[in-house]
């Protein structure tokens, strides 16, 4: 049987960043990927959000995975909320010192595949974890490779970043899941169209909430509310393009142009707790879920990442395991905290079926848009309280 220090499953930005930041270390790890490469850097189904805490920019340039992300992202220093016809920006810089990065996740991943690669680390693509064993000491994994061939892979730690519908909560005995589910779900389309704005757009309106956002100053990405269950068949471009004109409001001109991808994504809040068991952690959407409103999934799978990370490197360089014993501890404070912005941004800004919580929605956005504090609150978790600033969670540079 093959034996290994680390065996990773999932090459999302929480693995893929893991081990990047491993291998540097001179730690061994493999990462079992069920998709293949060609799947995870171009289909359309894996584009997820494309902002970037100051921070989590910053941690991808120490892990030396950053050089194409600073090219080509662009710097905001604060995003608007529409309403009523009117927009209000939120000024980041001077409410808190510090602006965002916009780069899609999914280039990102590309990004770290290559570095890594290149490297000389190990990815294994087509590779799926079809069980786990031995969760206490000395865990294997058992996958299945492209030709439907099993193998198993014996590992010191075992680390599940295998997204929101990881394997890993049927195998990990006892978890906790704390969870909630929204009314509402996006559609969202990448468009070719000219910039309608210099930063992102989060508008509220009676017929529901739009998003206005970017991907490079040529390739818009926009996002309508809808009913969980919509029929995109029913969403040709022209009324994508009429609702989020309308949506707008009138504070900002989206020109239509060729639609390169449309998708549905549901919302729902997840937590599960314990985030280990035994030599087997977890960390990135394996372990949580946020609506996707904030922008908060990488970023919070990036301040995983950095926590286990530091413990793992106390194990291998001093056999220390305090701060793997408290890894759930130290990262549920983050987890949390991204949780909380995560569902109060949503409350805030999607029309609500209840027409006495739709009005409290209404005060408070009034709130917001009039009062620095409020402001305040949204600037400082939206660039993040937890990747960099007082807070931050501690992020071992790595050697060399
Ligand atoms: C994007 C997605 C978000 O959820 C968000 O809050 C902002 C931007 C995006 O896809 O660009």
């Given at each position: 049987?093959r034996?290994v220090?680390v065996?990773i499953?999932?090459?999302g930005?929480?693995g893929l960043?893991?081990a990047?930041l ?6 061994d790890?493999v990462?079992?990927?069920a998709?293949?490469r060609q799947y995870l ?6 584009i997820?959000?494309?902002v970037?805490e100051w921070?989590?920019k ?5 892990a030396?995975v ?8 662009l710097?905001?220093r604060?995003i608007?909320i529409?309403l009523?016809?009117?927009l209000?920006?939120i000024?980041?810089a001077?409410l808190?010192?510090?602006?965002i990065?916009?780069?899609g996740q999914q280039?990102?991943v590309?990004d770290?595949?290559?570095?890594h690669?290149q490297a000389?680390?190990?990815?294994l693509?087509?590779h799926e974890v ?7 000491q000395?865990p294997?994994?058992?996958?299945r ?5 099993e193998?198993?892979?014996?590992c010191?730690?075992?680390v599940?970043?295998?997204?929101s519908?990881s394997?890993f909560r049927?195998w990990i ?12 779900a996006?559609?969202?389309?990448l468009?070719?169209t000219p ?8 508008a509220?309106h ?5 998003l206005?956002?970017?991907?490079s100053?040529?390739?818009a990405?926009?996002?309508l ?7 995109l068949e029913t969403w040709p471009?022209?009324?994508i ?5 309308l949506?707008?409001?009138?504070v900002?001109?989206?020109t239509p142009g060729?639609?390169l991808e449309k ?7 997840l ?6 068991h035994?030599?087997?952690f977890?960390v990135?959407d394996?372990a949580?879920v946020v ?5 908060k999934g990488?970023?919070?799978a990036?301040?995983d990442v950095?926590?286990?990370?530091r413990a793992?490197l ?9 701060l793997l014993?408290?890894y ?9 905290q991204?949780e909380?912005f995560?569902y109060?941004m949503?409350k ?8 006495f ?6 005060a408070?956005l009034r ?19 937890y990747?960099?600033?007082r807070y931050?969670v501690a992020?071992?540079?790595p050697?060399?």
């Amino acid at each position: 049987m093959r034996r290994v220090q680390v065996g990773i499953v999932g090459a999302g930005p929480a693995g893929l960043l893991l081990a990047h930041l491993l291998r540097q270390a001179g730690v061994d790890g493999v990462v079992l990927e069920a998709k293949s490469r060609q799947y995870l850097e171009t289909s359309p189904h894996r584009i997820r959000a494309g902002v970037l805490e100051w921070g989590t920019k910053e941690i991808a340039l120490k892990a030396g995975v950053g050089d194409r992300m600073l090219h080509e992202g662009l710097e905001h220093r604060g995003i608007y909320i529409a309403l009523n016809g009117r927009l209000h920006r939120i000024d980041f810089a001077t409410l808190v010192g510090q602006g965002i990065w916009v780069y899609g996740q999914q280039y990102l991943v590309r990004d770290m595949i290559n570095h890594h690669l290149q490297a000389g680390g190990e990815i294994l693509f087509e590779h799926e974890v079809v069980d786990l064993k031995q969760l206490e000491q000395n865990p294997i994994l058992i996958y299945r490779g492209p030709g439907g061939e099993e193998g198993e892979l014996l590992c010191e730690f075992v680390v599940g970043a295998d997204g929101s519908h990881s394997r890993f909560r049927e195998w990990i005995p006892g978890l906790r899941i704390y969870q909630k589910t929204y009314p509402f779900a996006w559609l969202g389309i990448l468009a070719e169209t000219p910039p309608a704005a210099s930063e992102l757009i989060y508008a509220s309106h009676e017929r529901g909430f739009a998003l206005y956002s970017m991907r490079s100053p040529s390739l818009a990405r926009n996002y309508l509310q809808v009913s969980p269950e919509e029929n995109l068949e029913t969403w040709p471009e022209e009324r994508i393009w009429e609702e989020l004109n309308l949506r707008l409001g009138g504070v900002a001109q989206l020109t239509p142009g060729p639609i390169l991808e449309k998708s549905l994504t549901l919302m729902r809040s997840l937590v599960v707790e314990p985030m280990q068991h035994g030599r087997v952690f977890l960390v990135g959407d394996a372990a949580h879920v946020v609506p996707p409103t904030g922008a908060k999934g990488m970023n919070l799978a990036f301040c995983d990442v950095a926590v286990l990370y530091r413990a793992l490197l106390a194990y291998y360089r001093d056999r220390d395991e305090t701060l793997l014993a408290s890894y759930t501890e130290t990262a549920r404070r983050h987890i949390w905290q991204a949780e909380l912005f995560s569902y109060w941004m949503t409350k805030l800004l999607h029309t609500l079926p209840d027409p006495f919580e739709e009005q409290i929605r209404l005060a408070n956005l009034r709130h917001l848009v009039e009062s620095p504090h409020v402001q305040r609150f949204l600037a400082e978790n939206y660039v993040g309280v937890y990747t960099s600033g007082r807070y931050a969670v501690a992020f071992p540079s790595p050697p060399g």
